[in-house]
């Protein structure tokens, strides 16, 4: 079983910039896909964007598109979101997901928070 790990989280002003980091861990991991979803207080866990292991090939949620990018390092084993232009709708807790097919999310890390302030 595969072990996610979050950080990168934190509070930054409307407009600013933060990258997150998913470092993923476990000898036999080998996930198709790596996703990063968001779960705003009240609101249902949202898909952000994806990427595929080795393909590189991404997928954004339209509210991402333009002002995050996802990428892959697979040497570190390790996924980012770079925000870009956040906004305080932005605000949210960012859950990184693995997957073994497309839509398929079964690891998940546990989370970092990100404020924006507006």
């Known amino acids: 079983q595969a072990q996610l790990v979050e950080s990168g989280g934190g509070l930054v002003q409307a407009g600013g910039s933060l990258r997150l980091s998913c470092a993923v861990s476990?000898?036999?991991?080998?996930?198709?896909?790596m996703g990063w979803f968001r779960q705003a207080p009240g609101k249902e866990r949202r898909f952000v964007a994806h990427?595929?292991?080795?393909?590189?090939?991404?997928l954004y949620a339209d509210f991402a598109k333009g002002r995050f990018t996802i990428s892959r390092d697979n040497a570190k084993k390790t996924v980012y979101l770079q925000m870009n232009s956040l906004k305080a709708e932005d605000t949210a807790v960012y859950y990184c997901?693995?997957?073994?097919?497309?839509?398929?999310?079964?690891?998940w890390g546990q989370g970092t928070q990100v404020t924006v302030s507006a």
């Open positions: 997901a693995a997957g073994r097919t497309l839509g398929s999310w079964g690891d």
């Open positions: 476990g000898r036999t991991f080998s996930p198709y896909v």
């Open positions: 990427i595929t292991w080795s393909g590189g090939s991404t």
